[in-house]
């Protein structure tokens, strides 16, 4: 079992191309644009000690809410 924060001030996330992600910030994945709603950064007790962080991506044009993580998107200038 791991342990998780959504506490915004905690998260460092990064895009693929090592930008910083915060929430209400725009992101592409998949070709589409969506919003950053929250983030959650989970870490394992595997004894890897893998970071994973994750984040609610919101598309303003269906309403329609997704999760992916932080390194699968790009930031949207």
């Given at each position: ?39 959650e950064h989970e870490v394992s007790n595997d004894g ?30």
């Amino acid at each position: 079992m791991g342990t998780t924060t959504t506490d915004a001030s905690k998260i460092l996330a990064y895009d693929k191309e090592g930008y910083d992600i915060c929430v209400n910030a725009h992101v592409i994945y998949r070709k589409k644009v969506y919003r950053v709603e929250s983030m959650e950064h989970e870490v394992s007790n595997d004894g890897y000690y893998t970071e994973t962080v994750y984040l609610l991506l919101n598309d303003p044009v269906t309403d329609k809410y997704i999760v992916v993580e932080d390194n699968k998107v790009a930031l949207s200038f």
